[in-house]
Nanobody, 113 residues
Framework: QVQLVESGGGSVQPGESLRLSCVVS????????IHWYRQAPGKQRDWVGF???????NYIDSVKGRFTISRDNAKNMVYLQMNNLKPEDTAVYYC???????WGRGTQVTVSS
């Protein structure tokens, strides 16, 4: 079955960086788009950005210029590089594959001074 596993979360101070990883198994990875979502406490899960099979990316406005999504098809991996983190970035971050429509279990990111 399709499995996505996120890693790399943690607690950082404002202005610092983190790189999240999402490893995909159980499916042919190359044709999949991978999306990143986040869910803050008490809020809905929001889309953050995605990377297409060809490497095209798109992001929500609030993270443009700070977050970068990349992929390594040889490793079935997708990365979310997050720079200049802000307290409002605090959330559980999830990756999702499409069109297979599978989710990971998430990784916690906390940004606090």
């Amino acid at each position: 079955q399709v499995q996505l596993v996120e890693s790399g979360g943690g607690s950082v101070q404002p202005g610092e960086s983190l790189r999240l990883s999402c490893v995909v198994s159980g499916i042919i990875f190359d044709p999949e788009s991978i999306h990143w979502y986040r869910q803050a406490p008490g809020k809905q899960r929001d889309w953050v950005g995605f990377i297409s099979p060809s490497g095209n990316t798109n992001y929500i406005d609030s993270v443009k210029g700070r977050f970068t999504i990349s992929r390594d098809n040889a490793k079935n991996m997708v990365y979310l590089q997050m720079n200049n983190l802000k307290p409002e970035d605090t959330a559980v971050y999830y990756c999702k594959s499409t069109p297979s429509n599978s989710w990971g279990r998430g990784t916690q990111v906390t940004v606090s001074s």
